[in-house]
């Protein structure tokens, strides 16, 4: 079956019809979140086929026991993982003595609607059950986006061709597991149970960890538009209360029930006031009734759509796209915490643990940016300084000494979690995407407080971990990295990778120039960092040292760059001599054939070309492109972005054209056939790159900002906002030329094709 269902409309996600194949995957793409807490696209009512059920709540995790075959010193002793939470969303259903069950009832009709432009999932079906009776359920659920700990369902169930007896269960339910669980523990403990009225609640703590959550709910039921009165609250099990009630409903009746529900968590209020804070909220959202929660809800995301939406004319597959691209990363973060941040599959699935990954500076910072104001990208950055310690103590695992810090690869509190040996130990270009995201900050933002504050000491700690990783090598009389692991993680445990090695190199050289500015700019600041870091000269010497020693692989007689040492004794094949039925290669090849091949996962020497752009001229990106991309399979979700910038740039736009389509519905087309384990989230900030950066062109070059658009010949227009220095810009490309006005914020000049052009208001 095509795995390609989604029907394309502008504002709606839309699934037409029902595949018992596609329930994981729906549930993956009807996803809902609010920065705060997210589920999967679960049916409310029982489902006896293959499902994922899954909510979360943000910065609540699980130190679950690393499960390896093998142990290595160094390695983490856990790998954290955003919990699946108590379930809320629950709702059992029988007619007739029928438990209502999709898997086995015949369906006649069946529809979901993803309305991204109120942040409100409805779903709709007519089945037929074993005794002949025609029933028609609908749903509509929503997460509020404020206040943020709140959601709410409307489950509407009519008998089609005669009356029926009907029972309804609405409960909430902590007996819960992850699917991801390494030795199928519980992650929770649940400390006690009550109800008060039609209102449930199911206090519940992790284990380990300690965070105290309070699940509740609130069940309202009507006949038509009689109120009826549920049964007091029965408890089920030890985990699971609800409220039950029998009546019949006759045909084409209408029975609604409409619950409240959510989490109130212990790192937003002490736990006594849990239970209040839910009772408080219920009444709240009571006073508005679920018409004015929905329109609530869509004051709430227009806010937001205001300043983030892209239009696209001509073109409705890829304005879907980019729209669900946008949608989703406003449902995973939000900005509001410092303590949060972005788990490459969000609030929709558990793989990758829902961690922080480098995902977050190399692809999510440029979105938040742009389309946020400076306070939310800055609490990005505070969450790797208040993270700063925990790095040093991850290099002193490994050997490194006088405060170096490596970064983890894979956290939740700072301390690594990740349990690969090739990844944990050895892809360490991680740490000059935590650099580069200080710098592109600083660059587009204007912001130079965050450097003395915070920034610096972010900056030393990564140097010394470089200027000590490296090695002298008497044979080049150059700096070597050795044993490495680059973004190509088709390659392990490689020498000199070229994008580890020029990150490394470009790291040692802006630390020691921002030790010296902050020398110059904030003399107490730098006296205080030199003081806290026991910085010397001699210290800063050996980075230059290093960055001016730096070995990078390099082919004469190609004129390129060598992704890494021995590159070149690889079977040179292209990908487009591969058999299709191959594809994707990690699900059809051994790990030992991929890693023996020459075929790159995602943008490797590429993206140091992205980066770093400015250090390379044209010339050399066309090179490197042409002779790169095609040993690329893009079974990274981080891929197709950077080379649409890429292709844009060089005026490529069939193929920039043709990765931006990848990108931007690599989940909602199923490109690489997994989505139904999540959606790939921080790949969706390169999906807004793409466009903003890639067609649009806009670059900041020292404090000047600058567009250079391009338009694929697919489109009429497109048109994008952004915040650059609290000036509110809007961007339109057509055809035939481009319009930018300033929307809010003080007058500016920016360079749009080379010229300067004044823009005010």
Request: hydrophobic letters at 35%.
């Amino acid at each position: 079956m095509n795995s390609a269902y989604i029907i394309p409309d502008p504002w709606h996600i839309i699934e037409d019809g029902f595949a018992a194949e596609r329930v994981m995957s729906s549930e993956s793409l009807f996803s809902l979140g609010n920065g705060a807490m997210g589920q999967r696209a679960n049916f409310e009512e029982h489902y006896s086929g293959p499902t994922f059920q899954g909510s979360y709540v943000a910065g609540v995790y699980y130190p679950d026991k690393t499960k390896v075959g093998w142990w290595k010193n160094g390695y983490p002793e856990y790998f954290a993982k955003v919990i699946n939470a108590p379930n809320w969303i629950g709702i059992d259903l029988a007619v007739n003595d029928q438990t209502v069950d999709l898997a086995t009832a015949k369906v006649l009709s069946f529809r979901r609607d993803l309305h991204m432009k109120t942040g409100v999932y409805n779903r709709s079906c007519n089945m037929v059950l074993a005794d002949g009776l025609e029933l028609k359920i609908s749903a509509t659920r929503l997460l509020m986006l404020d206040p943020d700990q709140l959601g709410a369902i409307r489950y509407e169930v009519t008998p089609i061709n005669r009356a029926a007896q009907i029972q309804i269960r609405p409960y909430i339910d902590a007996g819960i597991k992850n699917q991801d669980s390494n030795w199928d523990d519980p992650f929770w403990e649940t400390l006690g149970i009550q109800a008060n009225g039609s209102r449930a609640f199911i206090r519940s703590k992790t284990l380990k960890t300690g965070f105290e959550v309070c699940t509740y709910m609130q069940a309202q039921l009507w006949l038509d538009n009689q109120e009826q009165s549920l049964q007091e609250a029965d408890q089920s099990s030890a985990h699971k209360i609800g409220f039950s009630h029998n009546c019949t409903v006759g045909q084409g009746q209408i029975l609604r029930l409409e619950k409240l529900g959510g989490y109130t968590v212990g790192l937003y209020q002490p736990a006594d006031e849990l239970m209040p804070k839910a009772q408080e909220l219920m009444d709240w959202a009571s006073a508005l009734g679920f018409e004015g929660l929905l329109q609530h809800q869509e004051n709430a995301w227009a806010k937001i759509w205001e300043r983030a939406d892209i239009g696209i004319e001509g073109d409705v597959s890829a304005q879907q796209a980019i729209r669900f691209n946008i949608f989703q990363l406003n449902q995973t973060y939000l900005g509001k915490d410092p303590r949060l941040n972005i788990g490459p599959k969000g609030f929709t699935g558990e793989k990758y643990g829902g961690s922080t990954y480098w995902d977050t500076e190399a692809y999510c910072l440029p979105f938040y940016m742009a389309t946020k104001n400076q306070a939310v990208a800055r609490n990005l950055l505070t969450y790797r300084y208040r993270h700063l310690d925990r790095a040093i103590e991850n290099a002193a695992k490994l050997g490194f000494h006088s405060g170096a810090a490596l970064y983890p690869m894979v956290t939740m509190n700072g301390e690594e979690c990740h349990n690969e040996w090739e990844i944990t130990f050895e892809e360490i270009h991680r740490n000059g995407a935590i650099a580069f995201a200080i710098y592109n900050y600083e660059r587009y933002t204007g912001d130079q407080t965050y450097m003395p504050e915070m920034g610096l000491e972010v900056l030393i700690g990564i140097a010394r971990f470089w200027a000590q990783r490296a090695t002298y090598a008497k044979s080049k009389e150059q700096y070597v990295i050795l044993g490495v692991t680059g973004p190509n993680e088709y390659e392990n445990n490689v020498n000199n990778n070229f994008y580890t090695n020029y990150s490394a190199r470009w790291c040692l050289t802006y630390a020691k120039e921002m030790v010296q500015r902050t020398a110059v700019q904030t003399p107490r600041e730098h006296k205080r960092i030199v003081e806290k870091t026991q910085l010397s000269a001699e210290e800063i010497q050996k980075w230059s040292a290093v960055a001016q020693g730096m070995y990078l692989p390099y082919d004469q007689d190609l004129g390129l760059y060598l992704q890494q040492d021995g590159f070149l004794d690889k079977e040179l094949i292209p990908v487009r001599a591969l058999d299709p039925a191959q594809r994707p290669i990690n699900q059809n090849w051994s790990w030992d054939r991929i890693l023996r091949s020459v075929y790159i996962k995602q943008a490797d020497v590429l993206q140091g070309f992205y980066f770093f752009e400015d250090q390379f001229t044209q010339e050399e990106l066309a090179k490197h492109f042409a002779y790169y991309e095609p040993f690329t399979v893009h079974e990274s979700s981080l891929s197709s972005c950077v080379h649409s910038i890429q292709a844009a740039r060089l005026g490529l736009m069939d193929q920039a054209y043709d990765f931006y389509l990848r990108t931007a519905r690599l989940d909602l087309d199923d490109y690489n056939k997994e989505v139904h384990e999540g959606c790939h989230i921080t790949s969706m900030a390169g999906t807004w790159m793409s466009i903003v950066e890639g067609f649009g062109g806009m670059r900041v070059v020292g404090d000047q900002l600058q567009f250079n658009p391009k338009i694929p010949s697919q489109w009429t227009r497109y048109r994008f906002k952004i915040n650059f220095r609290g000036s509110v810009l809007s961007v339109v490309v057509q055809q035939s030329g481009t319009r930018v006005t300033l929307e809010e914020g003080p007058d500016c000049t920016i360079m749009v094709d080379q010229e300067l052009v004044p823009v005010s208001a």
